[in-house]
């Protein structure tokens, strides 16, 4: 039964490695001229394939044995269930808000980004990771399985070094300007700066 668990990690970190190598400018550039396609084919093919071997993993994840590390009382599951929703309804304002752009799905109307500073971004820099992590730690705590905390774990983890990888693309992009909002607005957790 540990042996599912070890794959399940392997899975999750090969998934995190394969994502972090296929979003590197360079992996791009070199699959985009291997197929012969354009960067919004390139980044629709980038989202399939996050999408199906996420849905992949996931299943595996769902099918193993999992060990039950506590059961949860009414109290954990009303505090599961509010995570859930919150980190719900900031992961979908933060979908709607830009997913369509960044999915290769629409058209770019220009070729410079703007920084986002209003709306939910003025409380966190980083709303959509925010919002993951509320809703990935409810569903540890409404279903607290060794499979649930090696993939929160993993995800927590590799979100924050890519937020820091983020943050030097963000500054090399914005510069001051972002060097302000970092000042003014926090990472990850709204007052804390």
């Not at 983020?166 to 000042?183: A, M, T």
């Amino acid at each position: 039964m540990r042996h599912h668990h070890i794959i399940l990690g392997l899975l999750w970190l090969s998934y995190c490695l394969i994502h972090s190598i296929l979003a590197r400018s360079y992996a791009r550039l070199w699959v985009m001229g291997f197929l012969n396609i354009r960067k919004d084919t390139y980044r629709v093919i980038y989202n399939v394939f996050a999408l199906v071997s996420l849905a992949a993993i996931l299943i595996y994840q769902f099918r193993i044995t999992a060990i039950r590390l506590f059961r949860p009382g009414m109290t954990l599951r009303i505090i599961a269930i509010l995570f859930l929703t919150a980190g719900l309804i900031i992961m979908l304002i933060c979908i709607r808000k830009y997913f369509l752009q960044l999915s290769g799905l629409v058209k770019e109307e220009h070729n410079k980004r703007v920084l986002e500073t209003g709306g939910i971004h003025q409380y966190v820099r980083h709303p959509l990771y925010l919002g993951t992590f509320i809703f990935i730690t409810g569903l540890f705590i409404l279903f607290p399985f060794l499979s649930n905390l090696i993939a929160v774990a993993i995800i927590m983890a590799y979100t924050i070094i890519g937020i820091l990888f983020e943050e030097k693309k963000l500054i090399e992009e914005f510069g001051e300007h972002y060097r302000q909002y970092q000042q003014n607005v926090p990472m990850l957790l709204p007052f804390l700066k």
